[in-house]
């Protein structure tokens, strides 16, 4: 079935530094990559998502970048501020164009 | 415009009890998820419908399971005899028809615990 690799489980950064959070996937046909942040006690919210016919998407200080013949994607936050801190997941549309398979998730924490 | 909601917000019961857990999503959207969100881990695809219908419930772990959305909006998971193991997030999500991609739109999500 479809997999989802997402690294890395937990980042640490400093106020204004960048993170990286990568994924990769083995379904060849996924053409739809979403990213959700979900903060404590909520639902997971929408933050960007990117097709199959773009490399690189940008949103303010969130971009990501997308590599179908090497089949990963990453979602990239520059001058990360504290309440950039929730966790991450990555997430790709099955083959069948039906439903979402989501990687286990970044824990991503800004220290001011 | 509201989102999309989920009731209860938390519901504890006991091992072998039935439990139903509800979700109301936004308005006009034709599609229907639900997840299982354990500790530690991303969302995990249960079923979805399309209108009234279950279009895919090949996630559903066991027939214990159940969910219906009688008139293409509001929808019911039922879990009965739970177990232990079934303790977790239960989050739904909705989408419109006719927008590219897949962009779902997730409740708070309903926290069970089985004791």
């Known amino acids: 079935g479809e997999n989802v690799e997402q690294h890395p489980s937990t980042l640490s950064v400093q106020e204004g530094d960048s993170a990286v959070i990568k994924c990769t996937y083995s379904?060849?046909?996924?053409?739809?990559f979403p990213w959700y942040k979900q903060e404590l006690g909520k639902g997971p919210q929408l933050i960007i998502d990117?097709?199959?016919?773009?490399g690189e998407k940008k949103d303010q200080r969130i971009a990501v970048t997308l590599n179908k013949t090497a089949k990963h994607f990453s979602l990239h936050i520059t001058e990360t501020q504290p309440e950039d801190s929730a966790v991450y997941f990555c997430?790709?549309?099955?083959?069948?164009?039906?439903?979402?398979?989501f990687g286990k998730g970044t824990m991503l924490l800004v220290s001011p | 415009g509201a989102g999309v909601s989920q009731t209860p917000s938390n519901k504890v019961t006991e091992k072998g009890k039935y439990v139903e857990l509800r979700c109301d999503p936004i308005?006009?959207?034709?599609?229907l998820y639900w997840y299982r969100q354990s500790l530690g881990q991303g969302p995990e695809f249960l079923i979805y419908?399309?209108?009234?219908?279950?279009?895919?419930d090949s996630g559903l772990p066991n027939d214990r399971f159940f969910a219906v959305r009688p008139e293409g909006s509001v929808s019911t998971l039922k879990i009965q005899r739970t177990e232990r193991g079934d303790s977790a997030v239960y989050l739904c999500?909705?989408?419109?028809?006719?927008?590219?991609?897949?962009?779902?739109?997730f409740g708070p999500g309903t926290r069970l615990t089985v004791t």
């Open positions: 997430a790709h549309l099955n083959s069948g164009y039906s439903t979402l398979t």
């Open positions: 379904d060849s046909a996924s053409n739809y």
């Open positions: 990117i097709r199959s016919n773009v």
């Open positions: 308005s006009g959207h034709t599609a």
């Open positions: 419908f399309q209108g009234t219908g279950a279009a895919d």
């Open positions: 999500a909705s989408i419109t028809s006719g927008k590219q991609g897949h962009e779902q739109y």
